[in-house]
């Protein structure tokens, strides 16, 4: 009978974890593997020079993206036949580093996507807390709004601004924050509605909180988990955004790099220089593909509520 | 005799959605005093806990409306008061304790924190008095370690503690009157019986008045000094607690005190009222529990029957009583 038990309790022990060892490796990669490629692109976007340490000369970046030299136009990257070392990922039509443009666009690309984020979580929250906290007519308004937003193409919003007051970084910003606290309106607004019937909110009351109170110090740490989980997830959507606008040419105007309009440049000659291209590609592709899976792992981690997201 | 802390005169809350208008409590009246504890009892929606919420005017809006009566506490007519002065009087003059410990503490702050905020509320204190403030709350319901237990977090603890705290909350600022909503309901019978019996001591020892919802006639015959029972949102006998036991007059006291399962007692079936309560939004003319009442007579489909005083402190609303 003892013998029994303990047979049946070393073979219900891996049933216990979860999951197999193989699975549980898996999982920490997926958040391994996102951090390590998001640090280090964030590293690189901050490295990319030490201009804002007043070191101008000191830099990441082996070359001034901006710089033109027509001599060097479309060299390949350093492994094909012609490419050279100088330039390890080639240069463009006008001879620019990829590499250092590169480099160089992770900064803007990120600093958009990082301001949008903030921008949108804060827009987003507010009126997301103040539409299912007070409810009646508040919400009503509130979540029209919201619904009207979320019923607006994106693109063609941001175009439409980008147009009117002509390309730079605070137009992109202003674009996508535009439309872009939608949807955090909703989830916040969807956790207001869980959280205030729940009887701490009521114990608040009680005790003779005010309602702005209640909403700040009782609701709004309450929905901070479900907020990170989002904003991680937007960073891939964001880096999107961005790069579709500049490759439309309503982003960040040239010759200022970003991820985006350097897919932009290189594609008429996508057949015969293809390095343009594909490099800045792929990092679009790693950055939003980390985002997205560190998102995940957040959310299985801090909110198993949120699966259907 | 001790002053009556709260009076509450023909009180009438009513939910208006869309189907009309529902009259959780109508025409409620009943007192407290210092020191005294109050039993309100009833079947489920019998409007005890809407009674409570207009007390401290925390109606669900826009739903829900107190549309007559008046609530006088310590000589001040609460119907008068504007929101702000609404909320100094809550949680300082009158608190309450919530049914469910492991849902009425907020997560993310400590049990500390939680006692602080309503310190801290109704008091310009320093940060290291609210920590004695705080501790002090703890002893007061007899929470062990206090000094320890203030930096713990609601998970930490186990259901009776985290009432316990809650209990802390509630009497942080001593106020004038606590409304119990049926704190121990979801404590096993062990704690729910040191839970009164410490309710009992701080009462004591604070001379706080009590209005105790519950519909368990065992808590009632524990803890309570006069009870009043509601059916359908108003109420129908009040009695200090041994008349109510001994010589319930309105039938439906009685078929409840006969509901409750006796031990010496087998029974093969346990004891029922027929029917069930009327709905609120169409209320019967006459007596709201003729429809089910054993011993009804004509006059009771017709007409409401007044409240009648028989004996000092007890009180009936039935036409079999003239």
């Known amino acids: 009978m003892l013998e029994k038990d303990s047979d049946s309790e070393t073979a219900a022990k891996p049933v216990i974890s979860g999951l197999s060892l193989q699975a549980r490796v898996l ?3 997926t958040f391994i593997i996102p951090v390590i490629i998001l640090s280090l692109i964030i590293l690189m976007a901050i490295f990319a020079d030490l201009a804002w340490l007043g070191l101008p ?8 993206p901006e710089k033109i030299s027509m001599r060097d136009r479309l060299m390949p990257p350093f492994w094909a036949e012609e490419g050279s070392t100088d330039h390890l990922l080639g240069t463009d039509k006008m001879g620019r580093d990829i590499l250092s443009r590169l480099i160089f666009g992770a900064r803007i690309s990120l600093s958009v996507s990082l301001l949008v984020i903030l921008i949108t979580s804060f827009i987003g929250t507010v009126l997301g807390i103040l539409g299912g906290y007070l409810g009646g007519r508040t919400e009503a308004f509130l979540m029209r709004i919201t619904d009207i937003s979320l019923a607006f193409p994106p693109i063609l919003v941001a175009m439409l601004l980008a147009v009117s007051m002509g390309p730079s970084f605070t137009t992109v910003v202003l674009a996508i924050s535009l439309l872009g606290w939608a949807p955090y309106a909703r989830l916040i607004r969807g956790e207001t509605l869980r959280l ?3 009887d701490f909110v009521a114990q608040a009351r009680i005790i003779g909180a005010s ?3 209640i909403m700040l110090k009782h609701i709004f740490p309450n929905i901070i988990n479900p907020l990170i989980i989002v904003m991680t997830l937007q960073i891939g959507l964001l880096i999107i955004t961005e790069a579709s606008l500049s490759f439309l040419g309503v982003g960040i105007p040239p010759p200022a790099p970003s991820w985006g309009n350097m897919v932009n440049d290189g594609r008429n000659l996508v057949d015969t220089a293809w390095w343009i291209s594909t490099f800045p590609g792929i990092a679009i592709a790693l950055v939003v593909l980390s985002g997205n899976f560190l998102g995940d792992w957040l959310r299985d981690k801090l909110d198993p509520r949120l699966r259907q997201l | 005799m001790s002053e009556v802390v709260l009076r509450v005169e023909d009180l009438r809350t009513s939910f208006f959605t869309r189907v009309g208008e529902f009259k959780a409590v109508d025409g409620v009246s009943f007192y407290v005093k210092e020191g005294e504890t109050f039993g309100l009892v009833g079947e489920s929606a019998c409007g005890k806990s809407v009674t409570a919420l207009s007390l401290l005017r925390l109606l669900p809006e826009p739903a829900g409306k107190i549309v007559g009566g ?8 609460l119907m008068t008061l504007d929101k702000k002065e609404m909320r100094e009087i809550r949680g300082k ?3 309450m304790i919530l049914q469910d410990p492991m849902t009425s503490l907020n997560p993310v702050y400590t049990v500390g924190d939680q006692i602080g905020e309503a310190v801290r509320l109704h008091q310009q204190l320093h940060d290291n008095m609210v920590e004695d403030e705080v501790i002090s709350a703890l002893r007061l319901l007899r929470i062990p370690a206090p000094e320890q237990r203030v930096h713990d977090y609601p998970f930490q603890m186990s259901g009776g503690m985290r009432q316990r705290v809650v209990g802390s909350i509630a009497m942080s600022c001593r106020p004038r009157l606590l409304i119990a909503d049926e704190p121990t309901t979801a404590l096993d019978a062990t704690i729910q019986a040191q839970y009164i019996a410490l309710f009992k001591d701080i009462q004591k020892q ?3 008045a009590i209005i105790f919802i519950t519909h368990d006639f065992g808590v009632v015959a524990n803890i309570c000094h006069r009870v009043a029972v509601m059916y359908a949102g108003s109420i129908v006998e009040t009695a200090p607690t041994s008349i109510i036991f001994k010589a319930p007059i309105h039938p439906y006291t009685s078929a409840l005190i006969h509901s409750v399962p006796h031990l010496d007692r087998r029974d093969d079936r346990l004891y029922s009222i027929e029917g069930q309560p009327p709905s609120l939004l169409n209320l019967p003319p006459g007596c709201r529990f003729a429809p089910r009442c054993p011993e009804v007579m004509d006059i009771c489909h017709k007409e409401q029957p007044p409240t009648v005083e028989i004996s000092d402190g007890h009180s009936v609303s039935c036409w079999r009583v003239k």
């Open chain 1, 27 to 29: 999982r920490k990669l």
């Open chain 1, 57 to 64: 000369d000191v830099r990441l970046a082996p070359f001034d």
């Open chain 1, 196 to 198: 205030r019937e729940i």
């Open chain 1, 211 to 213: 309602p702005f109170r």
């Open chain 2, 70 to 77: 008046k609530i006088t506490l310590d000589g001040i007519d």
């Open chain 2, 93 to 95: 003059k009158i608190s």
């Open chain 2, 206 to 208: 604070t001379g706080v």
